[in-house]
């Protein structure tokens, strides 16, 4: 039995015992059930709510923070990431903690939570229902990823934002190449190796993507790299827009 299933079933038996408690200060949520606007189990208190670091003025296209007035990024004047990016989260202090949990340590209510922040950003910047994507893509991990860690952490991103937005998710479309972590290497690097990362399965139906919008989603968005590639791939298979959902920036 590995550390982390002993670790939820902890939390089971809390949950048991005490009823949900907060993802970050770990305190009882029972007297918060009436404060929850999104109408989603978001396993996070108000109070902690307020003391995580938001992004709120980033690049559309690119997410990365920018000063007050400005709304584009001077890389994405000539190269635009995606047509819109939303990442509400700075992927620092308690945001980052979440990151943390939801990929290393099955943190099935730190998805919910980070989701809660993204299904937010989402009502902000999407007028109305008809202006949302078809399908939402969470960036699919390497096969020897996937079966060491037995998910996909941006898969456990989608599903709530799936069940509120009534937005399909596609995570059987794309096959990832495997490489090595990407963590110590930098833009350049990472774009050199992200090179043909993504392929679309042979059993997908021909022309699944045309004239689709799609919704990349994915936990933490650092260089853009891996996105770059991937809108690339969704593009060249018929994706008329490309958006990227991710909880963080670093
Ligand atoms: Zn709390
Ligand atoms: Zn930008």
Known sequence: MRISDVK????????CVVGDICV???LPLTPYRWHDPLALNSHICPYCRTAVALNPNSCQHCARPLPDGQRICGRCITAPLVDMALAPVLHQHCGAYLVHQLKFHRGEREASALASFLLAAVHQRYPNTNALPD????????????????????????RPLQQQLKVAVANDLLTRKSGPSQRSLTRQQRLRLATNTFTL???????????????????????????????GTLRRAGAARVDIWCATRA
Do not use: E, M
Request: aromatic share 6%; with cysteine.
């Open 201 to 231: 399965k042979s059993k997908v139906a021909p022309r699944v993507l045309d004239l689709r919008h799609v919704a990349i989603i994915d936990d933490v968005l650092t260089t853009g790299a891996t996105v770059a590639v991937l809108a």
């Open 24 to 26: 970050l200060c770990q």
């Open 8 to 15: 939820r079933a902890a939390r089971f038996a809390t949950d």
């Open 135 to 158: 399908l939402l893509i969470p960036v699919p991990i390497a096969p020897w990823t996937q079966l060491r860690r037995g998910y996909n952490p941006s898969d456990w991103l989608a």
